[in-house]
């Protein structure tokens, strides 16, 4: 038996119970799930369950003519692809619902697309926010059982970000905020921000943290001095914002900001941002005595940080995923339009699990974590 055929019949042999894999590669269970009404779930047998995408894309009209026009200089030919994706992200109505008809998703939360607002000044970034807010707003009122939201914020004016996360949750049903990477080259471990981690924690809702570039210096130091097209892939999606992004959440820990905010809970896409391939060594390297945290780094990111695939239909990255955080902190995503939504429910329907175990990940853990 080689070590792939190992793994997957490590994960067959535990399905149906979320499994751990710590750093000292012994085996736990983690606590028993349990639905949003605090009962039991019913088992299911395979294909009979609610599919619940939580990476999902859009773009308001002022946002595209605005920070997003750059990605859709070129989309003015009905002929290019990129013309196809502008229209796409700019849909939040039936055409939409009528692909996530074919691929089998029941239901998309929906975030502004990177970059985001949050490298713009304060008063832009609040204007754009609301703008955007408000337009996917009213896709939510229109399609209520298929459409759900992340308020975009301007973590500028933390202030204003407050304000706009706490009208959008408790008056419009919004399921948390995005925030896509940096803000000009400041992270959310800086304490400029922590009014929004704070308020995020006392609404009982997650932040999802989407990359975004890195800041210029590490663009010049990394990423620079090849062919501009490898320059541009390699900085972003290929590395650069998987790399960011994982940089970002142990900025986080390491700054303190869940011992300050210990029921805070993060999301991040892409199988976990290279992160769970990391987590023993920096368990190993990065020991309490040295952080001076209240708990290891391995335990923020089973506890406060929770995972999609993103577009990430890699079974083997998945495997690694799962025995390092446990079957419980995993959710469905698809990256739409970026990553096909019949490729990613196809990803789930294939992947070496019980069905319960698919269960959880197409709609169970995000109905606890989102309080459906």
């Known amino acids: 038996m080689d070590r792939r055929d190992f793994i997957s019949s490590t994960i067959l042999a535990t399905a149906g119970a979320a499994t751990a894999f710590g750093a000292d590669l012994s085996l736990a269970p983690s606590a028993p799930p349990q639905s949003a009404t605090g009962k039991e779930p019913q088992p299911v047998r395979s294909g009979e369950f609610r599919v619940i995408a939580l990476e999902e894309h859009f773009v308001s009209p002022r946002f595209a003519e605005g920070p997003g026009r750059s990605a859709s200089a070129q989309a003015n030919n009905p002929a290019d692809p990129a013309f196809r994706l502008a229209q796409q992200l700019l849909d939040v109505g039936e055409k939409r619902i009528a692909q996530m008809d074919a691929a089998r998703v029941d239901m998309q939360f929906l975030s502004l697309n990177s970059p985001g607002v949050e490298q713009l000044e304060a008063a832009e970034a609040t204007a754009i926010a609301r703008e955007s807010n408000d337009y996917l707003y009213e896709a939510m009122k229109r399609h209520s059982k298929r459409l759900g939201g992340f308020a975009a914020l301007p973590t500028a004016d933390p202030k204003e970000a407050v304000k706009e996360l706490e009208r959008r949750v408790r008056d419009q049903g919004f399921m948390g905020a995005i925030i ?3 803000s000009q080259g400041r992270y959310l471990d800086d304490k ?11 609404l009982k809702v997650p932040i999802y943290l989407h990359p975004t570039a890195p800041p210029e210096a590490v663009l010049k130091a ?9 320059t541009g892939m390699l900085s972003i999606s290929g590395w650069g914002w998987h790399i960011e992004t994982a940089v970002h959440v142990i ?19 892409h199988m976990g941002e290279a992160l769970p391939f990391m987590a023993p060594r920096l368990e190993d390297k990065l020991k309490m005595p040295t952080t001076k945290l209240q708990r290891t780094v391995n335990s923020y990111l089973r506890e406060n940080v929770h995972y999609t695939f993103g577009g990430f239909n890699y079974t ?11 079957i419980d902190r995993i959710m469905f995503s698809t990256d739409y339009p970026f990553g096909s939504l019949a490729e990613g429910r196809n990803f789930l329907d294939q ?3 019980s069905p319960d175990d698919k269960a959880k990940i197409a709609h169970r853990n995000a109905e606890r974590l989102f309080r459906l």
């Not at 400029?192 to 006392?202: D, G, K, M, N, R």
């Not at 990394?222 to 490898?230: D, K, T, W």
């Open 192 to 202: 400029f921000f922590w009014p929004i981690l704070e308020c995020a924690e006392a």
């Open 222 to 230: 990394y990423y620079r001095g090849f062919a501009p097209g490898v």
């Open 316 to 326: 083997t990255t998945f495997l690694n995923l799962l025995l390092q955080v446990g």
């Open 351 to 353: 992947l070496p699990i």
């Open 180 to 182: 896509n990477g940096h």
């Open 251 to 269: 900025r986080l820990i390491l700054g303190g900001a869940f011992d300050r905010y210990p029921n805070l809970q993060i999301v991040i896409g």
